[in-house]
């Protein structure tokens, strides 16, 4: 198909002040790359919401397109690897920080960041899932790659009702491991059972674990908080268990002592998702679109937005209203 000369975008400015809207763009306003696709859906993003109210710096330079996430189908490319109508995703990869992002009714992406949609997936589920469920599933990859597995025990998921959090429960679950789930929110309980969740325990269940070891109870964990939930975890994890740390929403700092390391042999992996080398991206998308597909992806979207409608999700998801996940239609 053939580019309008004008399409619609979600594009931040900082001239002057912040400031974010829908706007009238075309082909030679987005960023350089080899891959020109019709975007069919996004995602909301923690990230697109720091970015899209100038709460947080994301963007490296202005004005550029938000949204970290985009699914659609190539109208154009230079790249011998993706040709027209082929379905493609995109998460992370520089997206809305130093690139245009997913916000717009056509993106221009590098090759070598795009990726073909795997065989059992929508571009809508795949959006669902979007850089939430792809952290999700990079945390568990790389916790068996270093040796866990569902025999040692249950896997506790801390910020169990946002994005990474309600999709990381299904995953494990469907991977075959005991999920538990740590939340503030415990009139969702139910929902967080049905995800898949065989225990659920309130946000101050970690706040006693305040010692350099403690009774060790789950055999590894996928944390969204940060500052206090990620350093008593530390304490609480059985010998040569993993704790994925991917998200600071309850602070960025960590204090806590080497006597897990080197005591229980406890490893604490950084799942930084944004610049994943592509093999390591692939194979977990691979995984979300096979044996660890989330089972109730349905449920976990709790909201479907349009493009103009952005500037009233942001605020929700800042004020720590998340839950669940947020799809956008483009």
Not at 40 to 61: E, F, H, Q, W
Not at 67 to 94: M, N, Q, Y
Not at 160 to 175: F, P
Request: glycine letters at 14%; a neutral charge.
């Amino acid at each position: 198909m053939t580019v309008p000369a004008s399409f619609r975008a979600f594009r931040i400015h900082s001239e002057g002040g912040h400031r974010a809207g829908i706007e009238s763009i075309s082909l030679d306003d987005l960023s350089p790359g080899e891959v020109v696709v019709r975007a069919a859906y996004s995602s909301v993003n923690y990230k697109d919401a720091l970015a899209g109210t100038g709460t947080g710096k994301i963007l490296r330079r202005f004005p550029l397109v938000g949204g970290i996430d985009v699914a659609g189908h190539v109208v154009a490319s230079t790249d011998p690897r993706f040709r027209e109508g082929d379905a493609v995703l995109c998460t992370g990869s520089g997206l809305s920080e130093t690139r245009d992002g997913g916000y717009s009714e056509f993106v221009r992406l590098e090759a070598d960041w795009t990726i073909p949609l795997p065989a059992g997936l929508s571009l809508r589920e795949a959006m669902v899932l979007g850089t939430a469920g792809f952290t999700a599933g990079l945390s568990l990859l790389r916790m068996e790659m270093n040796g866990q597995v569902p025999s040692m025990g249950p896997v506790v998921v801390t910020g169990a009702t946002g994005g990474v959090g309600s999709l990381a429960l299904d995953i494990l679950t469907r991977a075959g491991y005991e999920a538990h789930a740590i939340s503030g929110k415990a009139e969702h309980e139910g929902f967080l059972r049905r995800l898949g969740a065989t225990e659920v325990f309130p946000r101050d269940t970690l706040a006693s674990a305040t010692r350099p070891l403690e009774n060790a109870r789950w055999a590894g964990a996928i944390d969204n908080v940060g500052d206090p939930a990620l350093a008593a975890l530390t304490r609480v994890i059985q010998p040569y268990g993993n704790i994925a740390s991917c998200g600071l929403a309850g602070g960025h700092g960590l204090a806590t002592t080497v006597m897990p390391f080197i005591i229980r042999g406890v490893s604490l992996l950084g799942i930084a998702s944004a610049g994943t080398a592509r093999g390591q991206r692939e194979q977990v998308w691979v995984r979300l679109a096979g044996p660890w597909k989330p089972a109730h992806l349905d449920a976990i979207c709790t909201r479907e937005a349009a493009l103009d409608q952005l500037p009233d999700v942001f605020p929700t998801m800042l004020a720590g209203g998340s839950f669940g996940r947020t799809v956008v239609r483009i």
